[in-house]
């Protein structure tokens, strides 16, 4: 993966992820932690909320990494991931960057990127980087 993505994916916490139900779809904002080896991004939810029923059902999930800004300034991801129950390492990297959420009964799972199409403005000529498992 390219190294700009990854200093992105880095720098933020939040993400949406879509899900869908037959012919509908589901939207949910999480917050991430980002474990790098794995090119997997974990999040904390509970199992009985809906995006994740939806999730267990269609583990390929879209997400979008985005922080709005002047058009100039854009920068976003647009990816795509499969949906699992998060590894002991992985709650090992989530709860060290979100400790308070030990306090919580929701369980973790993590969203192994296997597509993403990055989007920088600032870059000017290569503003879309492109990345494929």
Same mark, same amino acid.
Not at 42 to 68: C, D, G, M, R, V
Not at 92 to 120: C, G, M, N, Q, V
């Given at each position: ?51 994740i029923q939806l999730a267990f059902?269609?583990?390929?999930? %879209? !997400?979008?990494?985005?922080?709005e800004d002047k058009i100039a300034l854009?920068?976003? =991801?647009?990816? +795509?991931?499969? #949906? @699992? ?24 799972? %993590? !969203? ?12 000017? =000529?290569?503003? +879309?980087?492109? #990345? @494929?498992?």
């Amino acid at each position: 993966m390219d190294k700009k993505i990854l200093e992105y994916i880095k720098s933020m916490q939040l993400l949406s992820l879509a899900v869908r139900e037959d012919e509908e779809v589901y939207i949910a904002n999480v917050f991430y932690a980002f474990d790098e080896s794995n090119l997997a991004l974990i999040f904390s939810s509970y199992e009985e909320s809906k995006h994740i029923q939806l999730a267990f059902l269609n583990p390929k999930i %879209a !997400l979008s990494i985005a922080k709005e800004d002047k058009i100039a300034l854009l920068k976003g =991801l647009q990816a +795509k991931a499969l #949906f @699992k129950e998060a590894s002991k390492e992985q709650s090992r990297i989530y709860y060290k960057k979100f400790p308070f959420a030990r306090l919580s009964h929701a369980k973790l799972y %993590a !969203l192994e990127l296997f597509w993403a199409k990055f989007t920088d403005n600032t870059l000017m =000529l290569d503003s +879309k980087l492109e #990345f @494929k498992r």
